[in-house]
């Protein structure tokens, strides 16, 4: 008897390489895979106005990275003792407005000169609700400003589309050649309530498979099939039944290496993780021989994988193990 239905993607016709750029935007699922590339020396840039749920903050943010906007204080406001920005995640936010205007405009410029080269850009989209401040002004993040101050709706599916397609007109205006993944996050928003997350889901569903349909270089990776129709069981959510888990994530994580990587930096990816191994490796005798050859053993393969590809970066294990 089957207790489990495996669902396998097909392997994309254009897959991602080590020399790659991959920009990523999207939902706290996207900095999930962003800290798996990282890990095996994928050239990255994650997140730069922070963590976005819905496409039209997505669409928004991609905006102000190909104009290279200039945030002013006039952008910004003030509320529980810092200063925050509508169109980014709180992690910008500082009590010295200053200090907040700069981390954003520095985000936002090293966005402007990663977009026109990005070979592929990851946009994980996580709710179809939005909150607006007032009619078409939606915000990216509420900063615990009281609810009763926006006006919350879910986007039709049009809304989205027509959002999604500008965002891509935009887009390959500035660099034709990018390919573009869309997934939905897994990640169940229930504060909305269990009817109103499938009704936003479903009109993100919809919404992203007439945008793939529009370009053959614009993709759907299933994150959200993956987990709700694949594994299909509260044991692969954490403790608050709303984010997958260690082991859900990591599921996820190798249909998306089978799907979206090519061989060669499958390979590659290999190799990477054994020093990856070796460098979180505990010594109980730091000072043995044994260990100094451990170490000498592994910065030599270190230094022959730098040789063979000279555009990974290998700096801090190059360090770790040269003391």
């Avoid at 669902?7 to 706290?28: A, E, N, R």
């Avoid at 102000?64 to 002013?72: A, L, R």
């Avoid at 998306?256 to 020093?275: D, G, R, V, Y």
Wanted: net charge neutral; proline share 5%; with cysteine.
């Amino acid at each position: 008897m089957e207790f489990h239905l495996e669902f396998t993607p097909k392997t994309f016709p254009t897959t991602i390489q080590h020399q790659d750029k991959l920009l990523l935007i999207g939902s706290c699922f996207t900095e999930n895979i962003g800290t798996k590339l990282k890990q095996y020396k994928f050239r990255v840039l994650e997140n730069p106005n922070g963590i976005l749920f819905n496409p039209i903050s997505i669409a928004n943010s991609v905006k102000s990275y190909i104009s290279n906007k200039e945030y002013q204080e006039a952008d910004l406001f003030y509320q529980n003792e810092c200063w925050h920005s509508w169109e980014h995640h709180s992690r910008f936010s500082h009590p010295d407005k200053e200090i907040c205007l700069q981390g954003i405009n520095q985000s936002r410029q090293l966005a402007h000169e990663f977009i026109v080269e990005a070979d592929w850009i990851f946009i994980t989209v996580g709710s179809a609700f939005v909150y607006e401040l007032e009619p078409g002004r939606v915000v990216a993040n509420c900063h615990k400003v009281p609810t009763d101050k926006f006006s919350k709706r879910l986007l039709s599916i049009e809304e989205v589309v027509t959002a999604g397609k500008q965002m891509l007109t935009d887009l390959f205006a500035v660099n034709p050649s990018a390919k573009i993944i869309f997934t939905i996050s897994p990640v169940r928003h229930l504060r909305d309530g269990f009817v109103e997350n499938n009704r936003s889901k479903s009109t993100l569903i919809q919404a992203i498979h007439q945008l793939t349909a529009t370009n053959k270089n614009i993709f759907y990776f299933p994150a959200y099939e993956l987990v709700i129709d694949d594994l299909r069981d509260y044991r692969f959510y954490a403790e608050d039944m709303v984010h997958p888990n260690y082991a859900a994530t990591n599921y996820v994580w190798e249909k998306f290496i089978a799907t979206c990587i090519s061989e060669p930096a499958q390979k590659l990816m290999k190799e990477i993780n054994l020093i990856n191994a070796a460098r979180s490796h505990k010594p109980f005798h730091p000072s043995s021989g044994q260990h100094k050859r451990f170490l000498q053993t592994n910065l030599e393969k270190i230094m022959l994988l730098q040789k063979q590809f000279p555009h990974l970066d290998f700096e801090e294990e190059i360090a770790y193990f040269g003391t």
